[in-house]
């Protein structure tokens, strides 16, 4: 998590030294802070780590909205606004920004509050600072469940902006929202979502659910819709495995995989890792794929390949040039720790499968 803050007063900065030092103490991944000041008589003797913005405002907050996942204004609400105005543009891509008062009384998320993790950082610093966070999201504030919340603490991907503002605005007005999935689910279904009748019908049971006509559905595949308009939440739960020949191009793995994973009706978002035999961690072209894709590479070695149970698509040729007798299934099996649900394809000098990982859902 990238970081940045910005600070007009004395006491300003005081407060910032204070948030830095919190930011520190985060468990896991370190946070990467960077805290800046802008504004007249600012002791910088006494702050030497600050850096002081000689530019516009505005021209510092376009730079950070394209470096840093989170801003942290310590001023007045209305500096911050005038500062982000002109480079808001999507709540899936724009970074969280909270406002803090010199003081630190009030803790403001005025962007970016679900998916971006304003909220929650916001109840962060009201439980470290002694803050008070001031939230005006309708689902928190009358405590429903929050779609974008939900996807993004379980790795999933919101198909559509539109029908996830509609979920949200159905359940504030005390409307019910279909619910469906083929993935094993732990927990209640939050108040306000309901079962498809799809739902009793796979499982054999009596009992009919009331259709609705909008509902969310937990799936990387868009074969099926439950409802007349769904929204999908995309699980990233689909291994890659892939075997190639040298000297392949990312063009032509990408061709593969976009023509593949159209055959199964399979979002592309729902990719989560990308695997092969350690004789390929090198290739440029797979390599290249997944820094396009941002998508990690787990490599493997042959005695490992081999030695994965199951029936796979035997290749004497691969044996011969790998010691194993088949790279793309073996290692998306193995890495994916699922299943296999698309075996051997192959095209253009390489070869590709896909496992599902073995998940459920939870609430």
Same mark, same amino acid.
């Given at each position: 998590?990238?970081?940045?803050?910005?600070?007009?007063?004395?006491?300003?900065?005081?407060?910032?030294?204070?948030?830095?030092?919190?930011?520190?103490?985060?468990?896991?991944?370190?946070?990467?802070?960077?805290?800046?000041?802008?504004?007249?008589?600012?002791?910088?003797?006494?702050?030497?780590?600050?850096?002081?913005?000689?530019?516009?405002?505005?021209?510092?907050?376009?730079?950070?909205?394209?470096?840093?996942?989170?801003?942290?204004?310590?001023?007045?609400?209305?500096?911050?606004?005038?500062?982000?105005?002109?480079?808001?543009?999507?709540?899936?891509?724009?970074?969280?920004?909270?406002?803090?008062?010199?003081?630190?009384?009030?803790?403001?998320?005025?962007?970016?509050?679900?998916?971006?993790?304003?909220?929650?950082?916001?109840?962060?610093?009201?439980?470290?600072?002694?803050?008070?966070?001031?939230?005006?999201?309708?689902?928190?504030?009358?405590?429903?469940?929050?779609?974008?919340?939900?996807?993004?603490?379980?790795?999933?991907?919101?198909?559509?902006?539109?029908?996830?503002?509609?979920?949200?605005?159905?359940?504030?007005?005390?409307?019910?929202?279909?619910?469906?999935?083929?993935?094993?689910?732990?927990?209640?279904?939050?108040?306000?979502?309901?079962? !498809?009748?799809?739902?009793?019908? #796979?499982?054999?049971? *009596? =009992?009919? %659910?009331?259709?609705?006509?909008? /509902?969310?559905? &937990?799936?990387?595949?868009?074969?099926?819709?439950?409802?007349?308009?769904?929204?999908?939440?995309?699980?990233?739960?689909?291994?890659?495995?892939?075997?190639?020949?040298?000297?392949?191009?990312?063009?032509?793995?990408?061709?593969?995989?976009?023509?593949?994973?159209?055959?199964?009706?399979?979002?592309?978002?729902?990719?989560?890792?990308?695997?092969?035999?350690?004789?390929?961690?090198?290739?440029?072209?797979?390599?290249?794929?997944?820094?396009?894709?941002?998508?990690?590479?787990?490599?493997?070695?042959?005695?490992?390949?081999?030695?994965?149970?199951?029936?796979?698509?035997?290749?004497?040729?691969? !044996?011969?040039?790998?010691?194993? #007798?088949?790279?793309? *299934? =073996?290692? %998306?099996?193995?890495?994916?720790? /699922?299943?296999? &649900?698309?075996?051997?394809?192959?095209?253009?000098?390489?070869?590709?499968?896909?496992?599902?990982?073995?998940?459920?859902?939870?609430?």
């Amino acid at each position: 998590m990238k970081v940045a803050g910005i600070c007009f007063t004395n006491a300003g900065m005081e407060l910032s030294e204070r948030i830095i030092e919190l930011f520190g103490t985060l468990p896991g991944e370190k946070a990467e802070v960077s805290w800046y000041c802008k504004g007249k008589k600012l002791d910088l003797a006494a702050h030497p780590a600050f850096l002081p913005v000689t530019e516009g405002l505005q021209s510092w907050a376009a730079k950070r909205f394209l470096d840093r996942d989170v801003l942290i204004f310590v001023g007045a609400a209305g500096i911050a606004v005038r500062a982000i105005a002109p480079y808001v543009k999507d709540k899936r891509m724009d970074p969280a920004v909270l406002v803090l008062d010199e003081r630190g009384q009030f803790c403001i998320p005025l962007l970016s509050g679900h998916i971006g993790g304003a909220n929650e950082a916001a109840l962060w610093m009201e439980r470290e600072l002694g803050c008070r966070a001031v939230l005006t999201t309708a689902t928190d504030v009358n405590q429903k469940f929050a779609v974008d919340v939900y996807a993004k603490k379980n790795n999933m991907i919101i198909s559509n902006m539109t029908y996830a503002k509609e979920v949200s605005a159905a359940l504030l007005a005390g409307d019910q929202v279909g619910f469906y999935t083929h993935f094993p689910v732990k927990g209640e279904l939050p108040e306000g979502l309901v079962w !498809s009748s799809e739902f009793y019908r #796979d499982q054999d049971q *009596e =009992r009919t %659910a009331e259709e609705t006509s909008l /509902g969310i559905y &937990i799936s990387p595949s868009y074969q099926r819709a439950y409802f007349k308009h769904t929204l999908w939440l995309i699980p990233r739960c689909l291994t890659l495995g892939i075997g190639c020949r040298r000297g392949v191009s990312a063009r032509q793995i990408e061709k593969l995989v976009e023509d593949t994973l159209r055959s199964y009706s399979l979002y592309p978002e729902a990719l989560l890792q990308v695997a092969t035999i350690d004789l390929k961690k090198d290739e440029p072209g797979l390599l290249e794929f997944c820094r396009n894709r941002e998508l990690p590479l787990r490599t493997y070695s042959a005695e490992e390949l081999r030695a994965v149970p199951g029936t796979f698509t035997s290749s004497g040729f691969v !044996s011969d040039v790998t010691g194993v #007798d088949n790279v793309c *299934e =073996r290692s %998306a099996v193995l890495c994916g720790k /699922g299943a296999l &649900i698309i075996k051997k394809v192959s095209g253009g000098g390489v070869t590709c499968a896909v496992a599902l990982e073995n998940r459920s859902v939870e609430f």
